[in-house]
């Protein structure tokens, strides 16, 4: 079965209609966001979008970034919400278990690749205080090896200090973006296949964000 190149039309228009409403106006006024590299996203077929991590704020940042809607894992409580449950799957979201990167939720980010989507996997995991990566998973170069899909490295330099300890307000920080040129999947599923695509990812990630605003 071949696969899809887009996404579902819905889920297009949805998150054309959240960016130029909500996020790019946000994250070009509050947060003076400066996006660099954008010419370089596919902008059809699957992709692994890779990034670091240091906010809440980064999926929506990320996805308005590439122009292009992003499948993100989302912690499957959000799923028991009516409404919020449909809201969510729209625009690409998937299940999965507070603290680990279930095998359903592997299953759901395939299969969200064999239906055009990008899915968005954070490097690190989790967040990190500084947004650097030092710690890199292999779950994103393990999914681009089984969906035979490129990875796409990007850096969000800024989003850590978003949030201040003790303030419940988004802080109005300045906020760079730098996209990096596609990265081929892994050649097989080896651990050492993983490791090596994982380590670049990792390096050209910590290198963009090394540049600074």
């Not at 240091?54 to 996805?63: E, N, R, Y």
């Not at 590439?66 to 028991?80: D, N, S, T």
């Not at 892994?186 to 600074?212: F, K």
Request: charged residues 20%.
């Amino acid at each position: 079965m071949m696969s899809r190149q887009r996404e579902p039309l819905i889920s297009l228009v949805l998150y054309h209609l959240f960016k130029w409403s909500v996020v790019s106006p946000v994250l070009h006024t509050y947060f003076r966001g400066r996006i660099y590299g954008a010419d370089k996203v596919p902008q059809t077929g699957p992709l692994v979008v890779v990034s670091n991590h240091a906010s809440d704020f980064d999926p929506p940042m990320l996805s308005n970034c590439v122009g292009r809607p992003v499948a993100f894992m989302a912690k499957e409580e959000l799923f028991q919400v009516p409404v919020l449950k449909q809201a969510i799957t729209l625009y690409g979201a998937y299940p999965v278990k507070r603290g680990s990167a279930d095998r359903s939720a592997i299953r759901a980010a395939l299969a969200a690749l064999d239906q055009g989507w990008a899915v968005g996997i954070f490097i690190t995991g989790t967040r990190t205080p500084d947004g650097r990566v030092t710690d890199p998973k292999l779950g994103a170069a393990m999914i681009a090896a089984k969906a035979k899909a490129p990875l796409l490295p990007i850096s969000l330099w800024g989003t850590e200090k978003i949030f201040h300890k003790g303030k419940k307000a988004p802080r109005s920080v300045p906020v760079t973006v730098r996209i990096g040129d596609p990265i081929p999947p892994p050649a097989s599923g080896d651990r050492e296949d993983l490791e090596a695509v994982t380590q670049q990812c990792a390096d050209v990630i910590n290198g963009m964000l090394d540049l600074g605003r």
